[in-house]
């Protein structure tokens, strides 16, 4: 059971693990932090972060090794290898990747993990910036419930939706099913957007008026409103939701069924990347509309 003393390594701070590992902190955890780019993480080492310069001297120090990485081939270089995560950690250390990635990767690592008395769980989350920051994320885990309820502490720190889908791999099919909801939510909003303008309506009343009934989405009042803003700053990148889609797709087909809202979506994001915006917010969608 995870305990206010107990030691968490926190690798990979962008935009959201920046937060996540704030939060952490803040409450009363000993956080050491690992990230390839130092100078992103010195406002964690300044509240108190204890900075490791590698993920083997990171894994071999703590009790619960926390990863936020960008993409599944990210995930498989921190966990994997003699300097990986799975190499270095104590027996005992549970490991929870927090990274959208693959459902196989997932179950690769629980696997890999339990021949080595380590407790793996795949932990995907959504909110964006604003729930990481208000420490209000949907946390969707997959795993053994003994390693879930250890280290549910943790994850009420930094979430609280939190939810214990199933086996290995059941977090990240969740995290799937919540992006394909999104991906053509994203392309309505865009549309009703520019609907709005060309009806010659105030766009910011329309807002007002859909985002509290049945149109209702984080999509529509968070990066909606944003996109009225013009407000292009990443809360998630463009070519991170491209990479999730991506993987959604993939497995959609494994599963056998057809996806043909999430396609389009793909298909106009990756415009979008073209384009030049693939480190913009995916509220840039708006620019392909207007």
Request: glycine content about 10%; aromatic content about 6%; proline content about 3%.
């Amino acid at each position: 059971m995870v305990k206010p003393k107990t030691k968490i390594g926190f690798i990979g701070t962008g935009v959201m693990g920046k937060s996540m590992a704030a939060h952490l902190i803040k409450a009363g955890y000993p956080v050491s932090i690992y990230t390839r780019t130092k100078s992103k993480a010195e406002s964690l080492i300044t509240d108190g972060a204890i900075w490791r310069d590698t993920v083997k001297k990171l894994a071999s120090t703590v009790d619960v090794i926390i990863t936020m990485v960008g993409y599944p081939s990210d995930v498989e270089q921190v966990y994997f290898g003699e300097n990986g995560i799975l190499e270095n950690a104590q027996e005992g250390t549970y490991v929870i990747d927090m990274t959208t990635s693959k459902p196989s990767l997932a179950i690769q690592i629980y696997e890999a993990a339990r021949e080595k008395n380590i407790c793996a769980l795949d932990a995907p989350v959504s909110g964006g910036d604003v729930g990481a920051k208000n420490g209000k994320l949907a946390i969707m885990i997959g795993g053994d419930e003994a390693a879930y309820e250890a280290v549910q502490p943790i994850f009420e720190v930094i979430g609280e939706n939190i939810i214990l889908q199933g086996p290995a791999g059941a977090g990240q099919h969740t995290k799937l099913a919540n992006q394909i909801t999104i991906a053509t939510n994203m392309i309505g909003v865009c549309e009703a957007i520019v609907y709005a303008k060309k009806a010659g309506l105030h766009p910011e009343k329309v807002l007002e008026s859909i985002s509290t009934g049945a149109a209702a989405s984080f999509s529509l009042s968070v990066l909606g409103q944003r996109m009225l803003n013009e407000d292009f700053a990443p809360g998630f990148y463009v070519k991170h939701f491209i990479k999730d889609m991506t993987i959604a797709l993939e497995s959609a087909k494994d599963l056998g069924i057809s996806a043909p809202g999430l396609s389009l979506s793909l298909e106009l994001y990756k415009e979008l990347a073209e384009k030049g915006e693939s480190d913009s917010g995916t509220q840039a969608l708006i620019k392909l509309f207007e």
